[in-house]
């Protein structure tokens, strides 16, 4: 049993405590945005000239793993295939997942345009292939308030989920906000998508449910109505762009007071002048022992320890600059 199982055990029993949030780190973006996804290579004073290689980025999806603190890492079936053979998840508490689908919303590959016509559903990843390797990988869907894309996403999801139980395969499932002006208030959106998760859910049956899910943080109202309209649903956030650390940190602890009981941070962590130090921060702030203020002290408090410059300057980096979080 993984940590991630213990965890989801005991959440699933009524006995959840701080401990138990789960933390996964989403390094799956060579699926969307591709090489750009592997980040900056900075040097110690904060400049930088390119982009990770494929061989650099591996190197820090190994370095967290080996850190064992996140519950999960999301990567893609073709790096999960490198790293598995070199043996980096033999023996750890860390699960391995992929992203097992790829819709066009996350193709935002430089120069590119597809991203901002309504979402239509693919898929890359063979789950009979990737099942060798882990049985867990994230399903996404993004719903748009139009009849014939929404569709298609569901047969999609319906033909994913099949699927999924011939290989023994399980899943989480992501629900985006709409990608594109789809009529609906801003205002409602939240709750838009509340609804369009519950109602895509409705008709599947226990085994074919998700593990949990992956949502957007639209503020604490729409999620507290998430999370208790159905405690068997666990609830989780995503990470979104980067933002300050202490967008990073406060995202962290309002989702997890609002319900979420796990956090799946991509940029978060991957643009982070230390990844492994906010890592380990988030750990501290997810279970009390910090506060997000106190945690962006900390961080810049190891940056300056190392030598690290960082991006912003402890005052900038303390701001909160995601609208949702100000809902709090």
């Given at each position: 049993?993984t940590r991630l199982d213990a965890k989801l055990a005991r959440i699933r029993a009524g006995k959840y405590r701080p401990s138990?949030?789960?933390?996964?780190?989403?390094?799956?973006?060579?699926?969307?945005?591709?090489?750009?996804?592997?980040?900056?290579?900075?040097?110690?004073?904060?400049?930088?000239?390119?982009?990770?290689?494929?061989?650099?980025?591996?190197?820090?999806?190994?370095?967290?793993?080996?850190?064992?603190?996140?519950?999960?890492?999301?990567?893609?079936?073709?790096?999960?295939?490198?790293?598995?053979?070199?043996?980096?998840?033999?023996?750890?508490?860390?699960?391995?997942?992929?992203?097992?689908?790829?819709?066009?919303?996350?193709?935002?590959?430089?120069?590119?345009?597809?991203?901002?016509?309504?979402?239509?559903?693919?898929?890359?990843?063979?789950?009979?292939?990737?099942?060798?390797?882990?049985?867990?990988?994230?399903?996404?869907?993004?719903?748009?308030?139009?009849?014939?894309?929404?569709?298609?996403?569901?047969?999609?999801?319906?033909?994913?989920?099949?699927?999924?139980?011939?290989?023994?395969?399980?899943?989480?499932?992501?629900?985006?906000?709409?990608?594109?002006?789809?009529?609906?208030?801003?205002?409602?959106?939240?709750?838009?998508?509340?609804?369009?998760?519950?109602?895509?859910?409705?008709?599947?049956?226990?085994?074919?449910?998700?593990?949990?899910?992956?949502?957007?943080?639209?503020?604490?109202?729409?999620?507290?109505?998430?999370?208790?309209?159905?405690?068997?649903?666990?609830?989780?956030?995503?990470?979104?762009?980067?933002?300050?650390?202490?967008?990073?940190?406060?995202?962290?602890?309002?989702?997890?007071?609002?319900?979420?009981?796990?956090?799946?941070?991509?940029?978060?962590?991957?643009?982070?002048?230390?990844?492994?130090?906010?890592?380990?921060?988030?750990?501290?702030?997810?279970?009390?022992?910090?506060?997000?203020?106190?945690?962006?002290?900390?961080?810049?408090?190891t940056l300056q320890a190392q030598g690290i410059a960082p991006t912003r300057p402890l005052a900038d980096d303390l701001l909160?600059?995601?609208?949702?979080?100000?809902?709090?």
């Amino acid at each position: 049993m993984t940590r991630l199982d213990a965890k989801l055990a005991r959440i699933r029993a009524g006995k959840y405590r701080p401990s138990d949030f789960i933390i996964a780190d989403a390094k799956d973006g060579d699926m969307g945005p591709s090489i750009t996804a592997a980040g900056p290579k900075r040097e110690r004073d904060g400049s930088w000239t390119r982009h990770r290689t494929r061989a650099e980025f591996l190197d820090q999806v190994r370095a967290i793993v080996a850190q064992d603190i996140v519950d999960i890492m999301l990567v893609s079936a073709s790096n999960l295939e490198v790293l598995a053979a070199q043996g980096t998840f033999a023996g750890s508490a860390v699960k391995p997942a992929i992203r097992a689908n790829d819709t066009t919303d996350i193709w935002r590959m430089r120069g590119a345009t597809y991203h901002l016509a309504a979402s239509r559903p693919f898929r890359t990843a063979d789950l009979a292939q990737a099942a060798r390797l882990t049985d867990l990988g994230l399903y996404s869907m993004t719903f748009c308030n139009d009849i014939e894309t929404d569709l298609a996403a569901l047969d999609a999801f319906a033909a994913f989920r099949a699927d999924a139980r011939a290989a023994g395969f399980t899943y989480f499932l992501e629900v985006f906000n709409p990608n594109i002006a789809c009529g609906i208030d801003p205002e409602q959106i939240p709750f838009y998508v509340n609804d369009c998760i519950h109602r895509c859910l409705a008709g599947v049956m226990q085994a074919d449910r998700p593990q949990f899910l992956k949502i957007p943080y639209n503020g604490p109202k729409a999620l507290e109505e998430l999370a208790s309209y159905d405690p068997s649903l666990i609830v989780g956030v995503l990470g979104g762009s980067a933002g300050t650390t202490r967008d990073t940190f406060e995202l962290l602890h309002q989702a997890e007071r609002y319900g979420a009981r796990v956090a799946l941070f991509g940029r978060k962590i991957n643009l982070a002048e230390d990844p492994l130090a906010i890592v380990s921060l988030m750990r501290e702030v997810a279970s009390g022992a910090v506060s997000p203020e106190e945690a962006v002290k900390a961080y810049h408090g190891t940056l300056q320890a190392q030598g690290i410059a960082p991006t912003r300057p402890l005052a900038d980096d303390l701001l909160i600059t995601e609208a949702p979080l100000r809902q709090h």
